[in-house]
């Protein structure tokens, strides 16, 4: 105890925000990332195991240039792309496409971005 009564100790938690690289050019971060977000997204299970050559070469580059958060905007808008929903092309070799993964990332606006329901419901 205190042996001031004004001396108090209080402890204090501080959130200390560390940047962490964003590391998913190994296949299988990426194949475990981008099925747990189609998943989330889909509301249905997602098992895409192979990347093509040329898509392991896109996710390079296109690591290289984006973030985190880039990749899961970009994920977000894809997932709910009219096109690729009602073709079933929901699939790593379209998002990795780096022509259309800037278009998806730039598609990308959180209070326009309708539910799967919705947009399956215009389709």
């Known amino acids: 105890p ?3 009564p004004k001396e108090v100790e209080v402890e204090v938690e501080v959130e200390v925000e560390v940047e962490v690289e964003f590391n998913i ?3 299988k971060v990426f194949l475990e990332w981008f099925n747990k977000r189609r998943t989330h997204y889909l ?9 093509s050559h040329t898509d392991q070469k896109n996710l390079n580059i296109l690591a290289k240039e984006y973030n985190e958060k880039q990749f899961k905007e970009a ?3 894809f997932c709910n792309d009219g096109f690729y929903l009602k073709n079933k092309l929901i699939l790593p070799q379209h998002f ?3 022509e259309k993964f800037v278009k998806f990332l730039n598609d990308y ?3 326009k971005q309708k539910t799967l329901k ?3 419901k215009k389709l």
Do not use: G, V
């Open 2 to 4: 205190p042996s001031d």
């Open 43 to 51: 509301k249905k299970a997602s098992h895409c195991r192979i990347l």
């Open 75 to 77: 994920m977000n808008a």
């Open 96 to 98: 990795l496409d780096p």
């Open 109 to 111: 606006q959180p209070e």
């Open 118 to 120: 919705e947009k399956l």
């Open 25 to 27: 050019t190994d296949k």
